[in-house]
């Protein structure tokens, strides 16, 4: 489904964000999109579904689709969708092409040089499952990848990392160039949104994560289980859509009362402000967690993972904690640590929400993001 438009005024910069699904678009893009139309772009989005487009295109921006999947792996489908994007770009003939996500980043890089577009950017929100998973059939895929970044970025103005580990590990496959790479502080959060509150629970920890093995819920089932055997006044609420794991998965710790499931939300901020801490036990490759940058603008402290990602969130100690992946019975040390010093709740999340202001406001990192691009001329 194409709208075959685009706003021509020589004297307005068009600028076309190349996105993976239109979920992501009202969940991640919405600030960029209002700080570009501000600065007087012209911003047409382009994704892999049109689910929701009334409220994509109420963003004040033009939308078009190229049904596709941006999982999907077979060689033919991957042409196929790289024909269409440049295909479109093309006719387009935008100022500025950005790209967001692995498929937009490779195949939507490739296409807009091909299509001619001299100023193309892009951001890479975590490796992703291709960088952790093993085996041969992901080791192919993987340098399938690679070879697909390296081509796409070849002539990519600039690349945002949202983490210092990803950068590290892109410059040294040399997927990029280092003198290419920009590092914000993940997608931001509107602070103002998010304001801070007191922590007035001192037993109550919250899981919020799409039911995904690699985001650790497992580890926070069975920290909970120990956790509860020592501190049975200790809440575990978890809060997430169902994905590869289901309710079933987990339904044992329900059952025993270890975790308390409260299904599905677009507006996690009531569940922030009833918890006494958030926790994020991933062993994903992250990006940089909306979920922790939320949490800490509400005030609440975190425990999470010294993974790729997680690790760039938390001041050990000062704001939160890290904890080793895929250990259950360290976060459950952690926490009982919390439950048996409750003053620290107040402290770490005070303090998380001075780091939030500082890091993670979305204003600021936008405005980062736009004189970059303004820049390169």
């Excluded at 005024?9 to 893009?29: A, H, M, Q």
């Excluded at 078009?64 to 003939?93: E, H």
């Excluded at 799409?210 to 069975?222: D, H, L, N, Q």
Aim: proline share 4%; glycine share 6%.
């Amino acid at each position: 489904m194409l709208v075959n438009y685009m706003p021509n005024d020589k004297s307005t910069k068009n600028i076309l964000l190349i996105c993976g699904r239109t979920v992501t678009v009202l969940n991640f893009r919405r600030g960029l999109i209002s700080a570009l139309r501000q600065d007087g772009y012209n911003v047409s989005v382009l994704c892999l579904n049109d689910e929701r487009r009334d409220e994509v295109e109420s963003l004040g921006v033009t939308f078009y689709c190229l049904q596709g999947d941006n999982r999907n792996t077979n060689p033919f489908t991957v042409l196929s969708l790289l024909r269409k994007y440049t295909k479109l770009i093309k006719s387009l003939s935008p100022d500025i092409v950005f790209t967001f996500q692995a498929t937009p980043n490779m195949l939507g890089g490739i296409a807009a040089r091909r299509a001619g577009v001299k100023n193309v950017y892009a951001m890479v929100e975590g490796a992703g499952d291709v960088f952790v998973n093993t085996g041969l059939k992901w080791k192919l895929i993987r340098t399938a990848v690679c070879m697909l970044y390296r081509n796409a970025f070849r002539r990519t103005k600039n690349v945002f990392f949202l983490n210092r580990d990803d950068e590290a590990m892109f410059t040294a496959k040399k997927l990029v160039k280092p003198a290419q790479c920009k590092r914000v502080c993940g997608i931001g959060v509107v602070v103002n949104d998010y304001p801070a509150q007191p922590v007035t629970d001192t037993h109550t920890f919250l899981m919020i994560a799409r039911m995904v093995a690699t985001k650790g819920i497992f580890e926070y089932c069975r920290a909970a289980r120990i956790v509860r055997k020592a501190h049975p006044e200790a809440r575990f609420r978890y809060l997430g859509e169902e994905f590869t794991v289901k309710q079933t998965d987990i339904q044992e710790f329900i059952d025993a009362g270890e975790i308390e499931y409260l299904g599905y939300t677009r507006d996690v901020r009531p569940y922030l402000y009833e918890s006494s801490c958030i926790v994020l036990p991933s062993y994903y490759r992250e990006g940089l967690p909306m979920t922790i940058m939320e949490a800490q603008s509400c005030g609440r402290p975190v425990i999470t993972t010294d993974n790729v990602g997680c690790r760039d969130t938390v001041e050990n100690g000062i704001n939160g904690y890290l904890v080793p992946v895929r250990d259950a019975e360290a976060l459950a040390e952690r926490c009982i640590y919390l439950l048996e010093h409750p003053d620290l709740f107040t402290t770490l999340g005070a303090n998380a929400a001075r780091f939030a202001r500082k890091h993670f406001d979305a204003d600021k990192i936008n405005r980062t993001i736009l004189d970059v691009i303004k820049s390169e001329k």
